[in-house]
């Protein structure tokens, strides 16, 4: 049996397991919920914890706030190729020099530098009335979709100050048993965009960016910060998303009405109820001369832990940007296995390449809480095999070597993919 097979018979099984858990009403750990006495939030302590939901829209309040030229707050951070140049250069000549060529740059011209997606590889199946794919709504559209990471000036200056942006960095770090932490209130957000019809963009119903010649529209968020210490994490999807809800439901114990949108039963990729914003979320929002296209956006869930009380697995995932394995989504566990490790080759055996696959051999999202052998051998402390990162899977990924060819850059400084992790003279 070919191993294209084995993994959509495995995905197949995974999404009917759920299936019949949304048609036998069995309950599944939804996603955080504030507590009630968040109707007075400046009497409540921690509110990432205990007002998560609120928090959540706090944060995309905070990175959607009108900024310069016309633009949010989250389009004048630094983006990933911003952050990690290739090739690059390394931790002296960027302490002596930072506006040296390879070094990370807090940018000033604010021009978008998306790249396609790379969370996931475009998923066959036979396709409903909508034209999408049964399971996967989305991988239909997997060949326009754009996606663009932006970190805060906190994430940015940590990833910096400790020379975290390319290969032979990580490797002093890892030889050197470095703990990546970083600052309370680090902030990262991941955004998806799709090519708007023109009708879709006389509707004004969307975010928009220009890029190539094309205006995308925002379709989906990942808004996370090191409130906690596994981080924050929550979701937001555009309104009109094919699927918004399918599997989890979508989940907002303060910003919408209902509350709780239940996945639908029979029909997935099709769309779901916008609800109405809460009058304080409105509230808020114009406070902030929010921009009122984001009313056309709603949060999907939040997390705060792996499991709830029970021990079962939280789960969370956007239709977007987890498509294809939504059912089985954990921002945190997922993020938790960001990391570096020791491999053969390379300078003294190191390699920065994720020492810990992101997903399950049947292509689906790991949940729950970590476990020790991902990182250690034996559950031995003394024998680390790989290094987490801080839930930041940019570093492992992103980082590039600064002995890299610039053939071997020109396809990743494209945003079409490809890597130049190598070392030394597996560079040339």
Known sequence: MSHAVTRRSARVAVLTSFLCLIVLGLPRPAAAKDQPECSNPSKVPNLAMNCPDLFAWQKFIEVNAPAVAGLVAFQTYSSDPDTFQCPAADFKTCKADPKHAGCPIWPTDFAPKPSLLTQRSVRGGKTTRHGLPEDDCWSYYNNEALEI?????????????????????LQVAFEQGFVFNFPVGATEVKTNWLPLTPEQVASKRFYTMVS???TYGLVA??????????????????VDNWGRCDFLGCHDSFGSTPANIPSHEKELCGKYTPGELTQPLQRMMEAA??????????LKGSMTDYTDATGSPILLGNSVTEAGFVPTASCMTCHSRAAIQATPGGPNG???????AG????????NGTPNPSWFYSGNHAIRRWSVQTDFVWALPF?????QATAQCCQAFNAGTGGTCQCSGSACN
């Open 289 to 298: 001369k929010l921009d009122p296209v984001f009313k056309n956006y709603r």
């Open 398 to 402: 992103k980082a590039q070597s600064d």
């Open 212 to 214: 190539q010649g094309k």
């Open 359 to 366: 997903f399950t051999p049947e292509g689906q999202s790991y």
């Open 221 to 238: 968020m990942h808004v996370s910060s090191k409130a906690l210490p596994n981080w924050f994490w929550s979701t937001f999807e555009h």
């Open 350 to 356: 190191l390699s920065p390449y994720p020492g810990v």
């Open 149 to 169: 990471v932006y970190r805060d000036r906190a994430t940015f200056n940590y990833i910096v100050d400790h020379g975290l942006w390319y290969v032979e960095g």
